[in-house]
């Protein structure tokens, strides 16, 4: 049944009857369920960001850089994943990566005039998913079956959020007081996308009215994730072949437009430089990279794709090729690996560990097994500095340039630092020695305490 105008607008009135959203992880789990990639944003506390920056300019929406340190990239179908992330921040709010991913495209409607604008463009809008957000609308259909990127300014107070964006979905809370509800939930049928408002989005980007954004500008680049990001923007600049002068303009823009505060103009000066002055390393831009490191629980999604279930059987699954396997120490430490290294005390953990980095250092065989020659960062946290230099020595350590050391317990505020650190040195192996001294984990024997 359409609605009017009106009953379309009255927040107030909105019917969620027979459908509870109420829950966060609930939620979130739902709409996994149908096949909808969910990550954590950041919820709303007493009318301010959870990310306790008072001047926030996207309170309650970007993403939670501790859970997810590739923004709207990390979303997931993962329960297990989703259960992990809410055990964390039960009141964060829900995003909905849009977009080929999930299978859906958004019209994000910020008002009154958006809304009006895009009724005299299309006539009555069909009755598709459809939540209210703090002042608007999201009326949201099934993926064109060709690539949508993300526009601003499709028609006033009007955009599109497909392909390189990410919503924000009920129950989350807005900043001004609203909570996101479903006028028409995920129950109900999702429908095509009109004819008219994709001819609506090519006529107006073939005369220049709107803005293509690869980084959704409810996301921005958010504090912990400014250094490393523009770092990388910058080295994928360089290894196209661009200026250092150009390298520093761009940065600048990407910094004024995007981050969340902007940098101070040194810090970006100081991240251009490096930029452009790094080694042209292959493992920068070759499929080897030994960059980024990332681990991930196994995916409990099963066969789906999508909004598809797609099964394989057993005999096509070995007639795939085998995907080549990359290896910092073959056989033991694959690239992007995370290995645990475990013995009772005082077995020769930390000796076996250091003879390991002194070899990969240099490229060398170890126990007759080869090694991919890469920077090494140790963070020790047990054993004193004089201890550590008494250890190299008797190893022999000499003139290891790409081997580096941090003594001391870190905390969480000091990772971000210790994330550009790696990229910008090309480390690809961290060592933590020992684990046990690095994490709050009480019971070793109690799995969300050790997965998180």
């Known amino acids: 049944m359409a609605t009017s105008n009106a009953e379309h607008l009255n927040i107030e009135a909105v019917n969620n009857a027979g459908t509870d959203f109420t829950n966060p992880l609930s939620a979130a789990i739902a709409y996994a369920m149908n096949g909808l990639f969910i990550l954590p944003l950041y919820g709303i506390n007493d ?45 964060a709010n829900i995003g909905i990566r849009t977009g080929n991913e999930s299978g859906i495209l958004v019209v994000d409607i910020d008002g009154q005039r958006g809304y009006d604008a895009l009724h005299d463009a299309l006539g009555v809008l069909p009755d598709t998913w459809h939540s209210t957000t703090g002042k608007g609308h999201h009326f949201m259909f099934r993926y064109p079956g060709h690539a949508i990127r993300s526009a601003t300014g499709v028609i006033p107070e009007v955009d599109i959020r497909a392909d390189g964006a990410y919503i924000v979905a009920p129950p989350s809370k807005h900043k001004n007081g609203p909570v996101y509800r479903w006028v028409v939930g995920p129950s109900a049928p999702l429908l095509e996308c009109p004819d008219g408002l994709l001819q609506i989005l090519t006529d107006a980007r073939s005369t220049g009215k709107v803005h293509d954004r690869h980084v959704d500008p409810i996301e921005g680049i958010v504090e912990g994730q400014r250094n490393s990001t523009l770092f990388a923007f910058g080295r994928r600049m360089k290894c196209m072949g661009a200026t250092s002068e150009t390298i520093l303009a761009a940065i600048r823009e990407q910094n004024r437009a995007l981050c969340q505060p902007p940098l101070d103009d040194n810090e970006v000066t100081r991240l251009a430089q490096n930029a452009f002055s790094l080694a042209d390393n292959g493992d920068f831009v070759s499929p080897i990279s030994l960059l980024p490191f990332r681990s991930a629980l196994p995916s409990t999604s099963g066969g789906l794709v999508g909004n598809d279930f797609a099964p394989i ?96 317990r870190l905390d969480n505020s000091a990772l971000e630092y210790v994330k550009e650190f790696i990229i910008q040195n090309q480390i690809g192996l961290v060592v933590v020695d020992t684990l046990a001294a690095y994490w709050n984990v009480t019971d070793e024997n109690n799995a969300a305490q050790v997965t998180a």
């Not at 960001?49 to 923004?71: F, Q, Y």
């Open 47 to 91: 009318g301010q960001c959870g990310c306790g920056r008072s001047a926030c300019k996207a309170a309650g929406k970007h993403p939670i850089p501790d859970l997810t340190p590739h923004g709207f990239k990390d979303a997931t179908l993962d329960v297990s994943m989703l259960k992990h992330w809410w055990a964390r921040y039960p009141d």
């Open 313 to 408: 059987s057993v005999a096509e699954l070995l007639r795939q090729a085998d995907e080549k396997t990359n290896w910092v120490f073959q056989d033991y430490l694959p690239v992007g690996g995370l290995i645990l290294l475990a013995a009772k005390p005082k077995m020769g953990k930390t000796t076996l560990v250091y003879h390991l980095v002194a070899h990969i250092a240099q490229g060398l065989p170890f126990l007759k097994r080869d090694t991919t020659r890469t920077g090494v960062l140790i963070l020790e946290l047990e054993e004193h500095g004089r201890d550590v230099r008494n250890r190299l020595r008797d190893l022999g350590a000499k003139g290891f340039d790409n081997v580096y050391l941090q003594f001391g």
